[in-house]
Every structure is written in C-alpha cells, then in structure tokens.
C-alpha cells in the first residue's frame, strides 16, 4: 500500500531523538514527550484549500517541527505515519 496525500496534507514520519539531560542520562523513549521532530515523506499537490491558494513549501526528506499534537496517525505496513496539514508545521530544520 502506498499513502498519497490530497490538497494541503503532508505525510510524515517521526524521528527518534535521542535525547541526554545535562547530568548524562540519556532518556529512554517512555521517558520523553512526544517527539515533535519528523521527516516528510510525502507532499500533497496543494492548490485550492478553503478559498485560498496553497502553495506547498515542504518537499520529501525535509527534517521539520509540528505542532505537539497536530495530524492524525496511521499505521501502514508496521510503519507509523502523522498526516498534518502544512499549516500545523512549524518550521523546517536544516
């Protein structure tokens, strides 16, 4: 199966950060908060969305920043996938 986003959506996949607090200890994935750091598989065309004219700036590969608790989350082939809107992506991280 292959995931294909419409109009604004964009598909992404979370990454694991590793994270070490300044005493050393580095946090297991239980001990941490949502990631909010994920990779952009797929970008929908953009275009038309609620009146106004989209234009897609994120592009498959980026690294980028959402909202904590933005998208909804797929599970497709053992692989979990966040579908967002562009607009509840923060920034890209280069």
Same mark, same amino acid.
């Given at each position: !199966? ?8 964009? @598909?992404?996949? !979370? ?9 050393? @200890? ?14 952009? @598989? ?5 275009? !038309? ?6 234009? !897609? ?7 980028? @920043? ?29």
């Amino acid at each position: !199966m292959k995931l294909t986003p419409l109009a604004d959506r964009v @598909i992404l996949k !979370m990454v694991e950060v590793e994270e070490t607090t300044k005493g050393g @200890i580095i946090l297991t994935a239980s001990a941490k908060e949502k990631p909010s750091v994920a990779e952009v @598989i797929s970008v929908g065309p953009g275009g !038309m969305v609620d009146g106004h004219d989209v234009v !897609m700036t994120v592009k498959p590969g980026d690294k980028v @920043i959402t909202s904590k608790y933005a998208g909804t989350e797929v599970k497709l082939d053992d692989e979990e996938y966040v579908v967002v809107r562009q607009s509840d992506i923060l920034a890209i991280v280069e």
